[in-house]
């Protein structure tokens, strides 16, 4: 997906890049975070290398290598002060968007998501249990009461044809711009 207007300077895309780190909570693989980035076409190659080298000579995001053997960044102490700092100073729309970018690259991969369905029978109905994880944590966990168990197991078994694109469907309504009733 491109976008028809990009950041166009270097302490925009750092701003970017760091905000994004801090809103995942955890450290990024350095192939998703360009996936991410210049891939979904929110930066441009040269600004996102620039940053990245940036970022790391001023010690601001950390380097660190994974047990798989690749390489990963995270936030420094000095890196947590520049997001709050400095990140209003990018349009919010850059930082949706790259947040939005992040949440469909993460649904994406969740092919091969792991999930569990468990019906419980109750006075009102059934409720329906349901959790989705990618293997490390959970993405997705809730519990839904329905009429009967019938329901209950006709959605279950929906979100059991695939995992992944009820998460992803999932992320992609929750993120939706809503027209306000009026206008409808």
Do not use: W
């Not at 690749?70 to 990140?87: M, P, R, Y």
């Not at 409720?127 to 944590?137: A, E, K």
């Amino acid at each position: 997906m491109e976008f028809d207007y990009q950041p166009n300077d270097l302490n925009s895309v750092k701003i970017l890049i760091c905000y994004l780190i801090h809103n995942l909570e955890t450290g990024i693989n350095s192939d998703e975070l360009y996936d991410i980035a210049v891939n979904s076409g929110i930066i441009t190659h040269f600004y996102y290398s620039e940053a990245i080298e940036d970022l790391l000579v001023n010690d601001t995001i950390l380097s660190d290598v994974d047990a798989e053997g690749n390489t990963c960044f995270s936030l420094s102490e000095k890196g947590k002060l520049f997001v709050k700092d400095f990140s209003s100073y990018v349009e919010r729309s850059f930082r949706n968007r790259i947040m939005y970018a992040a949440l469909q690259y993460k649904a994406r991969k969740l092919r091969n998501a792991s999930f569990s369905l468990d019906y419980e029978d109750s006075d009102s109905g059934c409720v329906l249990s349901c959790s989705i994880s990618d293997g490390s944590r959970n993405l997705v966990e809730f519990r839904l009461l329905t009429q009967n168990r019938t329901q209950a197991e006709l959605i279950g078994e929906r979100i059991s044809d695939n995992p992944s694109s009820f998460y992803q469907d999932f992320i992609e309504y929750s993120l939706q711009k809503r027209i306000p009733a009026e206008k409808e």
